[in-house]
């Protein structure tokens, strides 16, 4: 089956700096990338995606880039604040089929973003 | 849009009885709702995938008996955990994928599950 695997586990950035946190995944078959947010005792929230046809996608401070041949990709997040600390997660999946697009996660990385 | 709530968001209950979890989709209809388990600075590991209208698929290691899911309509997915014992405490959280082919997962707010 599919293996995520996601690092750093911990990131720690000085308010207005960028954040990255970088994936990889196992089977060549997933197509489809979401990242999610989850604060403290609140389930995950999707904060952007990707398809595996695309390279890169941006929303305001969050850009995703993938790399298909590698097999990884990357969260990107532009001046960070103090809001944006939380634990990050991505996942891969394949869409379409049996599968119903199950996710396989990541261990998760804990940013930090000091004032 | 795309809002995913949990009912009830946490529950203590003493070793040997039951406690149901609900999922709905409050503005979509789901045609596959999962349900995940997150212990303490871990990630999420699915525990089973729930399409409407058909039996639940576990995954390896989960408990069928033990973790009953029933995917009644569109909206509603309910999550029950018989028998609980104190290693069940957890926090179970649901997702949703909408109607229509789309792919991307809604999660609810999670129910924390604390059993005595």
């Known amino acids: 089956g599919e293996n995520v695997e996601q690092h750093p586990s911990t990131l720690s950035v000085q308010e207005g700096d960028s954040a990255v946190i970088k994936c990889t995944y196992s089977?060549?078959?997933?197509?489809?990338f979401p990242w999610y947010k989850q604060e403290l005792g609140k389930g995950p929230q999707l904060i952007i995606d990707i398809r595996s046809n695309v390279g890169e996608k941006k929303d305001q401070r969050i850009a995703v880039t993938l790399n298909k041949t590698a097999k990884h990709f990357s969260l990107h997040i532009t001046e960070t604040q103090p809001e944006d600390s939380a634990v990050y997660f991505c996942a891969a999946s394949i869409t379409g089929g049996t599968s119903y697009g199950k996710l396989t996660f990541g261990q998760g990385t804990i940013l930090t973003v000091h004032p | 849009g795309a809002v995913v709530s949990q009912h009830p968001s946490w529950v203590i209950c003493k070793s040997g009885t039951s406690v149901k979890i609900e999922c709905r989709s409050l503005?979509?209809?789901?045609?596959?709702m999962f349900w995940y388990r997150q212990f303490p600075k871990q990630s999420l590991m699915l525990m089973a995938t729930?399409?409407?209208?058909?039996?639940?698929?576990?995954e390896q290691g989960v408990e069928k008996d033990k973790f009953l899911i029933n995917h009644a309509s569109l909206t509603l997915s309910t999550l029950t955990v018989t028998s609980a014992h104190p290693e069940d405490s957890s926090f179970y959280i649901c997702?949703?994928?909408?109607?229509?082919?789309?792919?991307?997962?809604?999660f609810g707010p999670g129910t924390r599950l604390t059993v005595t």
């Open positions: 729930s399409n409407e209208g058909s039996k639940a698929t576990y």
């Open positions: 503005d979509f209809q789901a045609t596959t």
């Open positions: 089977d060549s078959a997933s197509n489809y």
């Open positions: 997702s949703a994928t909408p109607w229509q082919g789309r792919y991307e997962q809604y």
